[in-house]
């Protein structure tokens, strides 16, 4: 069955700095687009982050454009989001899924950002 682990999430004081990863199983990782989504509070989820099958496109949310970097591993069926220059308004749980985001969503990981 489809299932997607996220881990690497914690608490990091402001300008700090996070690597999350996310392992896809159950479908054919390595032929599809992947992203990273998050929820805050009270809020709807948002794309964060997305990388294309090959690793070579990206294109990220203008919030987060110059501190977070996407990237995948298709052999390990990995995708990461390094996260640097934290700030509270990061926080949030984070998502990895498909884009768009058509299969189940995993637990998440949850960022905190504060001091």
């Known amino acids: 069955q489809v299932q997607l682990v996220e881990s690497g999430g914690g608490l990091v004081q402001p300008g700090g700095s996070l690597r999350l990863s996310c392992v896809g199983s159950?479908?054919?990782?390595?032929?599809?687009?992947m992203a990273w989504y998050r929820q805050a509070p009270g809020k709807e989820r948002e794309l964060v982050a997305r990388?294309?099958?090959?690793?070579?496109?990206?294109n990220y949310a203008n919030s987060v454009k110059g501190r977070f970097t996407i990237s995948r591993d298709n052999a390990k069926k990995t995708v990461h989001l390094q996260m640097n220059n934290l700030k509270p308004d990061d926080t949030a749980v984070y998502y990895c899924?498909?884009?768009?985001?058509?299969?189940?969503w995993g637990q998440g990981t949850q960022v905190t950002v504060s001091s």
């Open positions: 899924n498909k884009f768009p985001a058509t299969l189940n």
């Open positions: 159950g479908f054919t990782f390595s032929i599809v687009s």
């Open positions: 990388i294309r099958n090959g690793g070579g496109d990206t």
